[in-house]
């Protein structure tokens, strides 16, 4: 459950969340509520009695190019070991991310902002641990920038569970994907979304392939696989009011090794080979589907 989370975290960091939240003048305020009672452990279920890393609101400041964020907590906020948090920052020109990190007696502060031309570290200030506000300050590249999105992110690792409160919230919207288990290159596969949870209505973002594009954003989409292989099939779905669902599933595609000809051509020899062919196709496949498990 924690890698999940990790990896729709980084997701939601780099596309998702670009395009769900209306842009603002510059010089301005926005204040989000993220609700208070919605820390999530390793299992999935909310467990209200962690306080420490539940934050409840975000306040998001401009003034020319200066950024300052705010984090509201529901308990004081600790530099404890185990506490993790992240910062990221969407705007019409760049994405920036804030990192704190405290494991096993490492303690790491990291700073970094993605424009056309890369990525490189920025200096940025962290204050307020020991309260129940955390207050981050850096600068844009730019005073012409103007916000986009914005992702919070909390955890920590007890002696025996983990914990986490992200923004937005990523549990609230219970995602099912129905659809069949194996299929054939070039032929359309049916695919079903099902969303329950959050407000309606909702966003679909089908990936059916490695690269991060997206492929559908139909409820019921079909799609054509070109390759044989196995596949992931992602769904994330947006709510209207940010929240975010997802769910993955998997389908092994295989080749379609009739042609519909029954001519003599067929010698043993052929058959033979045509057989080791597939055996070795069908070997590939469990091997991969293994590894992968």
């Not at 395009?19 to 452990?41: H, L, Q």
């Not at 207050?135 to 103007?146: A, M, Q, R, V, W």
């Not at 986009?148 to 909390?154: F, L």
Request: charged share 25%; glycine share 8%; aromatic share 10%.
């Amino acid at each position: 459950m924690i890698k999940k989370i990790l990896i729709v975290g980084l997701i939601i960091f780099s596309f998702l969340i670009a395009a769900t939240c209306p842009v603002m003048a510059a010089d301005e305020t926005k204040v989000i509520s993220d609700g208070s009672g919605d820390v999530i452990d390793s299992s999935g279920k909310p467990d209200p009695s962690v306080i420490d890393i539940d934050f409840d609101e975000i306040t998001y400041q401009k003034e020319d190019n200066q950024v300052t964020i705010d984090i509201e907590f529901v308990g004081n906020i600790q530099k404890t070991v185990g506490v993790f948090i992240t910062i990221g920052l969407v705007t019409s020109e760049n994405e920036y991310q804030i990192l704190y990190i405290n494991f096993g007696g490492l303690e790491e502060e990291y700073g970094s902002v993605i424009t056309d031309e890369g990525e490189e570290e920025i200096d940025f200030t962290l204050t307020g641990f020991g309260s129940k506000k955390l207050t981050i300050k850096f600068d844009l590249i730019s005073d012409d920038e103007d916000y986009d999105s914005i992702m919070v992110y909390t955890g920590k690792i007890g002696d025996e569970n983990e914990y986490t409160d992200i923004y937005p919230n990523i549990l609230i919207v219970d995602v099912t994907i129905d659809g069949p288990t194996e299929g054939k290159v070039d032929e359309a596969i049916q695919f079903y979304g099902e969303a329950v949870g959050g407000t309606e209505p909702y966003d679909w973002e089908w990936h059916f392939d490695d690269d991060l594009e997206i492929d559908s954003t139909e409820q019921n989409p079909k799609f054509t696989f070109e390759e044989p292989g196995e596949y992931e099939v992602e769904l994330y779905v947006t709510d209207n009011d940010e929240n975010i669902g997802f769910n993955i599933t998997t389908i092994t595609i295989t080749s379609d090794s009739t042609n519909g000809n029954n001519d003599s051509d067929g010698s043993p020899i052929l058959l033979f080979v045509a057989l080791i062919v597939i055996i070795v196709i069908a070997g590939v496949a469990i091997l991969v589907y293994v590894i992968r498990r």
